[in-house]
């Protein structure tokens, strides 16, 4: 045989693990150097535990599981990269702050995740490990210049200039949650608590707005599809109940979206990419709105970048920070494999 061939051989038979921490859940896979999901996982997080051993103890089982697939498809695990929602500090493997995870302050998720599985962890934001996903095997495939924004219980970004990730002076760029796009909102300690956007765009930000409009006395079919329970509507009945015509809960998701839309028109201004994604749990639910956030981004965005930007949704939905999340480990603990012609910096 020769060595390109068994270069090529001994690439194919590397894979890594990609694990996604959300707000509400964890979303684990198994991922080979094409970029193919052989094996997945999700359960739902154990965020309340003071003591942050919870989410733990669930990424490491689900780290092993995937572990344990890999030898039975006689493929070699060359690390795990772990995509988290927080303060990192990704040379030693602490999170910093994870606002929605308790005792996850100062927290060594990569060292105990490392001694817990046996492979090699690497940590990063959620926003480059997602945007990584999409650049290699989503929507934006190919592109050099990328800004994914994730709008799901959160708001985030991650972006990819020149093709290369952008994280900035201190590994937190993307938190655009926090773009301020209302004056009154800077005296506001609403907005001020969790930020702007993140507060009216967000999933619990959409659902607590209609919950205030049906304890307003506003009519809308989603406090019957919550059971009547307005307590129980989420985002996810929000925009239920929009598409099926609900007049109050259209409203609500109408303010997100114009709010989105100036977020979109800004990040456009101010990066010129080829490609804004829409990514998260709200995120993946603007198709139908894509049409309103496009008119915004042409009426108010730099008119020469304007054009030339194409604005989706995500196409890999959960998968994207998984999926990134095991590039990352591959190109970091991976000699000789190469996720896509682009590195991963």
Same mark, same amino acid.
């Given at each position: 045989?020769?060595?390109?061939?068994?270069?090529?051989?001994?690439?194919?038979?590397?894979?890594?693990?990609?694990?996604?921490?959300?707000?509400?859940?964890?979303?684990?896979?198994?991922?080979?150097?094409?970029?193919?999901?052989?094996?997945?996982?999700?359960?739902?997080?154990?965020?309340?535990?003071?003591?942050?051993?919870?989410p733990?103890?669930?990424i490491?089982?689900?780290?092993c599981?995937?572990?344990?697939?890999?030898?039975?498809?006689?493929?070699?695990?060359v690390?795990?990269?772990?995509?988290?929602?927080?303060?990192?500090?990704?040379?030693?493997?602490?999170?910093?702050?994870?606002?929605?995870i308790a005792?996850?302050? !100062?927290?060594?998720?990569g060292? *105990? %995740?490392?001694?817990? #599985? +046996? /492979?090699p962890?690497?940590?990063?934001? &959620? $926003?480059?490990?997602?945007?990584?996903?999409?650049?290699?095997?989503?929507?934006?495939r !190919?592109?050099?210049?990328?800004? *994914? %924004?994730?709008?799901g #219980? +959160? /708001?985030?970004?991650?972006?990819?200039? &020149? $093709?290369?990730?952008?994280?900035?002076?201190?590994g937190?760029?993307?938190?655009?949650?926090?773009?301020?796009l209302?004056?009154?909102?800077?005296?506001?300690?609403?907005?001020?608590?969790?930020?702007?956007?993140?507060?009216v765009?967000?999933?619990?930000?959409?659902?607590r707005?209609?919950?205030?409009?049906?304890?307003?006395?506003?009519?809308?079919?989603?406090?019957?599809?919550?059971?009547?329970?307005?307590?129980?509507?989420t985002?996810?009945?929000?925009?239920?109940?929009?598409?099926?015509?609900?007049?109050?809960?259209?409203?609500v998701?109408?303010?997100?979206?114009?709010?989105?839309?100036?977020?979109?028109?800004?990040?456009?201004?101010?990066?010129?990419?080829?490609?804004v994604?829409?990514?998260?749990?709200?995120?993946?639910?603007?198709?139908?709105?894509?049409?309103?956030?496009r008119?915004?981004?042409?009426?108010?965005a730099?008119?020469?970048s304007?054009?030339?930007?194409r604005?989706?949704?995500?196409?890999?939905?959960?998968?994207?920070?998984?999926?990134?999340?095991?590039?990352?480990?591959?190109?970091?603990?991976?000699?000789?494999?190469?996720?896509?012609?682009?590195?991963?910096?």
């Amino acid at each position: 045989m020769s060595k390109s061939a068994s270069d090529l051989n001994e690439t194919a038979s590397k894979a890594a693990v990609g694990v996604d921490v959300g707000g509400t859940k964890i979303a684990c896979g198994l991922v080979d150097a094409t970029g193919a999901v052989l094996e997945s996982r999700r359960v739902t997080i154990d965020a309340n535990d003071p003591t942050g051993k919870g989410p733990f103890r669930q990424i490491a089982e689900m780290v092993c599981q995937a572990v344990d697939a890999a030898r039975g498809m006689r493929l070699a695990v060359v690390g795990c990269g772990v995509a988290v929602p927080a303060v990192l500090d990704r040379g030693s493997g602490v999170v910093i702050w994870a606002p929605n995870i308790a005792g996850w302050r !100062g927290f060594p998720l990569g060292d *105990l %995740l490392q001694d817990a #599985t +046996g /492979v090699p962890v690497l940590l990063d934001h &959620d $926003g480059p490990a997602a945007v990584l996903g999409e650049q290699w095997m989503g929507a934006a495939r !190919g592109c050099d210049h990328v800004v *994914l %924004l994730i709008i799901g #219980t +959160g /708001v985030g970004a991650g972006f990819i200039l &020149d $093709g290369r990730v952008y994280r900035g002076a201190r590994g937190i760029a993307g938190a655009v949650g926090w773009s301020c796009l209302e004056p009154e909102a800077v005296e506001d300690p609403v907005y001020r608590e969790k930020g702007f956007l993140e507060t009216v765009a967000a999933g619990p930000g959409i659902a607590r707005q209609l919950r205030e409009r049906i304890t307003r006395g506003e009519p809308s079919i989603a406090l019957d599809i919550a059971g009547g329970d307005v307590c129980a509507i989420t985002a996810e009945v929000v925009f239920s109940s929009a598409e099926k015509g609900d007049e109050t809960a259209r409203r609500v998701v109408g303010r997100a979206v114009r709010y989105i839309g100036m977020a979109v028109s800004n990040l456009v201004s101010a990066f010129n990419p080829e490609v804004v994604v829409l990514g998260g749990g709200v995120g993946h639910r603007l198709g139908p709105y894509l049409g309103e956030i496009r008119r915004v981004v042409d009426a108010t965005a730099q008119p020469q970048s304007a054009p030339v930007v194409r604005v989706t949704c995500a196409k890999l939905g959960d998968d994207a920070g998984v999926i990134g999340a095991a590039r990352l480990a591959m190109e970091a603990f991976g000699p000789g494999v190469r996720a896509s012609h682009h590195e991963a910096h």
